[in-house]
């Protein structure tokens, strides 16, 4: 099959058999968050470490991911080499995990190509990022691979590069489930990291987008997909929604080492 992407972190992140594989997600798709009144979900912001790390807290967001109808996604994440500048789109085609082959939304791609000034169709780009490619077995557990998603990588995060984003998102009337990939702050002791990590979850769920990329440069934070995050946070804000807390965590909880962690979130944007 031609244009396939194939997978970078199997084997690493995640197990690198079809058995393995399911045999992990599934307990992370039963943790249940508490239940919350909402009409509409507009999207969710989950971490991308490996598995035994963020899975359980990413399983929060997915216990509600599996309810959504529609089977259509936005996947929306870091470029952690930076470059290139761009948000990069994988615009056709399919990813290939262990559970198979998960089909891009060609349709929506050149929906947001033709809108935008700024995403620029770069399959490259994708090859050697991870903070995608962990999310597609999640889908592909609940749904086979009977959806299709939109993937997209920011190397500059700017809150310009986020206004145009969500600009262009909000302008397409058929949106997708928006996934936001990003794990929260990296490599302080816990009690600090997740001082942190409480004041970037506060600006969120505040939705005060200026003040949450002063906080990032005043304290030194070093979430990963500060931009992802923000992009749907402007959405939200637009639409009028809500962000709420599903489960914080951090790399200790995993493995017992509180010295140097790394924080992860699960939330959810929402439409009372």
């Given at each position: ?128 990022e991870h903070s995608i490619e962990v999310q597609i077995p999640f889908l ?30 909000l302008s397409i009337n058929d949106k997708p489930f928006i996934i936001i990939s990003s794990d929260m ?88």
């Amino acid at each position: 099959m031609e244009n396939v992407r194939e997978p970078y972190v199997a084997g690493a992140f995640y197990p690198d058999d079809e058995e393995s594989l399911l045999s992990v997600i599934g307990p992370y798709i039963e943790n249940k968050p508490e239940d919350f009144d909402y009409k509409k979900i507009i999207g969710v912001i989950v971490p991308h470490a490996g598995y035994a790390y963020s899975g359980k807290t990413a399983g929060y967001a997915y216990n509600i991911i599996k309810h959504y109808s529609k089977k259509r996604f936005l996947i929306i994440g870091p470029n952690h080499y930076g470059y290139p500048f761009y948000p990069a789109i994988y615009p056709d085609g399919f990813w290939n995990t262990p559970l198979g082959n998960a089909p891009i939304d060609s349709s929506f791609s050149d929906k947001l190509i033709t809108k935008s000034d700024i995403i620029k169709d770069d399959k490259e780009a994708h090859s050697i990022e991870h903070s995608i490619e962990v999310q597609i077995p999640f889908l592909q557990y609940l749904f086979n691979n009977n959806f299709k998603f939109t993937p997209i990588i920011l190397g500059k995060q700017n809150i310009g590069i986020a206004r145009d984003l969500s600009e262009t998102v909000l302008s397409i009337n058929d949106k997708p489930f928006i996934i936001i990939s990003s794990d929260m702050n990296h490599y302080l002791p816990a009690n600090r990291n997740d001082e942190n990590d409480n004041i970037l979850i506060n600006d969120i769920i505040n939705l005060k987008v200026t003040k949450f990329y002063e906080d990032i440069e005043k304290y030194h934070i070093t979430a990963c997909g500060y931009g992802a995050i923000a992009t749907l946070m402007l959405i939200t804000k637009n639409m009028k929604g809500k962000i709420r807390l599903l489960n914080h965590s951090n790399s200790g909880d995993a493995n017992n080492d509180y010295k140097r962690v790394v924080g992860y979130s699960s939330m959810v944007a929402y439409i009372e």
